[in-house]
């Protein structure tokens, strides 16, 4: 064993449970990782992935507790420590690097100094030393106007920009181990692509050593040496990246792989639009123009992919049709008469008829809400059903979207994140609708999710010929569901056409950049015949 | 730190029309309240026109002539439509002028309501402000410490001595203090009847009891709304970020989750002043205190109207105007109005 060999964090036999239900999350985890080596964790969500991540940094949340096991440090104990040792520790050779880093910041305080905060805390350098290197390091993740930037506030700068700052300030202090914990999800996937290779740009020149943690095992397999899948709390395959690319072993991997299964099949295109959309311009409050000129037109029984980076203007769009902002000029059509701009203008006949699924089930279902509660609203407002037939209604709805009739009784909080998608599919199906808006509903999923997902709108579109508008930045999920797409740029259309022309043969420049970003992580490593 | 920077950021806050969008928002709220205190003004005139009974009834007793009544209802101008008298009131009110007291009219031509009114505000202030003296900073201090064990058990010792303390009445509070202080160890007065010469020094002795008091009843609110809210701060990702980049607790609070949390805290504090000053009445009698309650209530007995009027308009306003306060303070702290984009 030479010198970069030596063990740098090893994990003995850890074993943490949830205080509430007794419930293991992780247990009985085996894991070491040498001094420069890159290690992914891939899971589904659920499998223990974050509690796994935060355990190397000697934090178990509160509500988990650790039974047995520790974690160690070229041999010290991180469990062990005291807190100000723990505290130092994290400086000078911890690096986090959080999944949402919306929300990793303190919003009161500027960005620069939040970057040099524990530095200057330790005494690791002086203040004019570590702004530089905060600045330098701003600059080589590709960021604008390092110089200015750290003087600005968390929300003043974007979502894939604040994910770079947060590499900055895992790396400012040069750490030993950097614990990524799903840093690109959140992100579209051009913005997603220039994070990671910054994450790689970054790994390569300090040497530093990594556990990476995502959901998306071709993604992983661009940046790690060696890969465990966690499955239920347990690392059920720990290999080299090539033999899981090539030789996956156990039964939960192979399912991770073939996830891009499913092209959809052409169908016949119906004479006339049921949605249509006529030089839509709008934006918000008095500030300027989020959307210019945008048309589309969607038939029953379709479905239309709108695709584009995060702040393209897609989000909008939906919620333009949602009735949720009126548009500044241009008209909607539905079924050929005007639709209302406003929500409250338009009849309950109207609102039944184009129901909106969010990106987070989270934030659109009363936690404290059953099942029953949440499906039976909608069944009362839009169908006046009550009673034993709204019962009914609910358990045919669940059935529908592939969840158990034994959770009519469940509060919402205590379902998985895919059930509860699932559980917001079904209330919006609940309405009936013609046209069901799906707002990134899949980004927040994990792959093997996603897929079931994806599976299921197209059959449910089979059996009840709702029109569907899939708002999405992954252009893997539009091959698998979608009919028609048109890419959005900076609030265009800057193109428009049948999947298949596309994807095929894009016209525009922007397009095929969002065809490259994403083309080099789906194809390079997919198994042939999944 | 770097100038040139600084300049540049500043530059960037100050653009965006000609306006600052904080002042708007400041002015919208104050225009607000300005109208929410009018409408005040109009209930509690309406409220007091439905009382049963009037001034002129109630200082003549049950055997009053109708001839009689109506005179001084004349004499008063209680015989002119509601709507006049008032816009006539209000406008006085808007001039500073509160009326005349109606209590005392016969006998010296009348004192002025304000002149009534005013001494008894500043003591029922200096006895809330006595009492937030000792309550905000020992309530805030225990809330901070639950919040921070929060499911711990100083937690919850904590939280069921507040509870306990939300259960019991004010009066017997008060009672138990008079019985075990004032009369058991004779350590301080019963009674806090202090008048307009009453030394500073003794006058402060005598409120210490019903300050105490209220004290006693407002810190478990104080320390049970500080830990709601501080946990739920506490629980946020970026403060588990904060540790997780090296931070300890101790500092990450008293840096990022303090800061962020003035605007709560600001919150709370006025709610619980504007719930002392307008909430003392029960207290002020144990104690017999001069303050603005004793004073309503004994203006309602005798159908003063407007005392009445004046004394609800005023806590109307403290009310109003103290959330006025927190809402600017939540404002002018909140980050993202204070660097708009």
Sequence with gaps: MGVDARTLVSMRDLVIRRASDDRPVLDGINLRI??????????????????????????????????RGHVRLEGEDLFSVPA???????????????????????????????????????????????????????GELGLPDPEELGWRYPHQVSGGQLQRIMLAMATLNAPDLIVFDEPTTALDTSTQETVLKAVRRLLRKSGAAALYITHDLSLVTRIAQRICVLHRGRIVEDAPAEEIVHRPRHPYTRALWGVAAGVRR?????????????????????????LHDVSLQLARGRTLAVVGESGSGKTTLGRVIAGLLPPRAGEMLLD????????????????????FLHQSADGALNP?????????????????????????????????????????????????????????????????????????????????????ILQLLNRIQERTGTAILFITHDLSAVRAIADEMIVMHEGQAVEAGSCADVLKAPQSEHTRRLLAASGAGSSRFMPAGQ | ????????????????????????????????????????????????????????????????????????????????????????????????????????????????????????????????????????????????????????????????????????????????????????????????????????????????????????????????????????????????????????????????????ASGTIANIFAFNVAWLITGVVVTERVFVYPGIGQLMVDAVTSRDVPVVQACALIFAAVYIGLNLLADIVAIATNPRLLHPR
């Design chain 1, 34 to 67: 040498r001094s420069g080596e890159v290690v992914g964790l891939v899971g589904e969500s659920g499998s223990g992935k974050t509690t796994l991540g935060l355990a190397l940094l000697g934090r178990i949340r509160p509500g988990l507790e650790r039974i």
């Design chain 1, 84 to 138: 100000a040792e723990l505290a130092a520790l994290r400086t000078a050779r911890l690096g986090y690097v959080a999944q949402n880093a919306l929300e990793a910041f303190d919003p009161a305080w500027r960005l620069l100094r939040q970057t040099t905060e524990a530095a200057l805390l330790h005494g690791l350098m002086g203040e004019r030393t570590a702004t530089n290197a905060a600045t330098s390091l701003y």
């Design chain 1, 266 to 290: 052409s169908r016949p295109v119906p004479e006339q639009p049921l949605l249509e959309l006529r030089g839509i311009r709008t934006g918000y409050g008095t500030g300027p123009d989020i």
């Design chain 1, 336 to 355: 050929g008469e005007p639709l209302p701009p406003r929500l409250k203008d338009r009849t309950q006949e109207m609102r039944r008829r184009i129901q």
């Design chain 1, 368 to 452: 404290s809400h059953d099942v029953f509660m949440i499906l039976s609203r909608p069944l009362a407002l839009f169908h006046e059903l009550s009673g034993r037939a709204a019962q009914q209604r609910a358990e045919e709805l669940l059935e529908m979207v592939d969840l158990p009739p034994d959770i009519l009784h469940r509060r919402a909080a205590r379902l998985s994140g895919g059930q509860k998608q699932r559980l917001a599919l079904a209330r919006a199906l609940a309405a009936e609708p013609d046209v069901l808006i799906c707002d990134e509903v899949t980004s927040a999923l994990d792959a093997v999710l996603r897929n079931g």
């Design chain 2, 1 to 260: 730190m770097n100038r040139r920077n600084m300049g540049k950021e500043t530059g960037g806050t100050e653009r965006c029309g000609n306006v600052h969008p904080l002042v708007r928002i400041i002015a919208g709220r104050l225009v607000w309240a300005f109208l929410s205190l009018l409408a005040v003004s109009v209930i509690i005139f309406a409220a007091l026109e439905m009382l049963p009974g009037d001034f002129a009834r109630s200082v003549l007793g049950q055997s009053a002539t109708p001839e009689a009544v109506a005179a001084i209802r004349h004499d008063l101008g209680l015989d002119r439509p509601a709507a006049i008298r008032y816009i006539e009131w209000l406008s006085g009110v808007l001039q500073g002028d509160f009326g005349t007291s109606l209590s005392g009219r016969g006998v010296e031509g009348g004192r002025s309501v304000a002149e009534l009114v005013l001494p008894r505000l500043g003591n029922t202030f200096l006895l809330a402000l006595l009492a937030m003296a000792i309550a905000f900073p020992l309530a805030f201090l225990l809330g901070l410490i639950a919040a921070m064990n929060r499911g711990g058990r100083i937690d919850r010792a904590i939280n069921s001595v507040a509870l306990a303390f939300v259960a019991m009445p004010e009066f017997l509070i008060g009672y138990l203090l008079i019985y075990w202080i004032a009369v058991r160890a004779g350590l301080l007065p019963s009674l806090a009847s202090v008048g307009p010469d009453t030394p500073l020094a003794e006058r402060l002795m005598r409120m210490i009891l019903p300050a105490a008091t209220l004290s006693l009843t407002v810190i478990a609110h104080i320390l049970r709304m500080t830990r709601a809210s501080l946990s739920e701060l506490f629980e946020r990702l970026w403060m588990e970020a904060l540790q997780l980049k090296g931070i300890p607790m101790a500092i990450a609070v008293r840096r990022h989750a303090l800061p962020n």
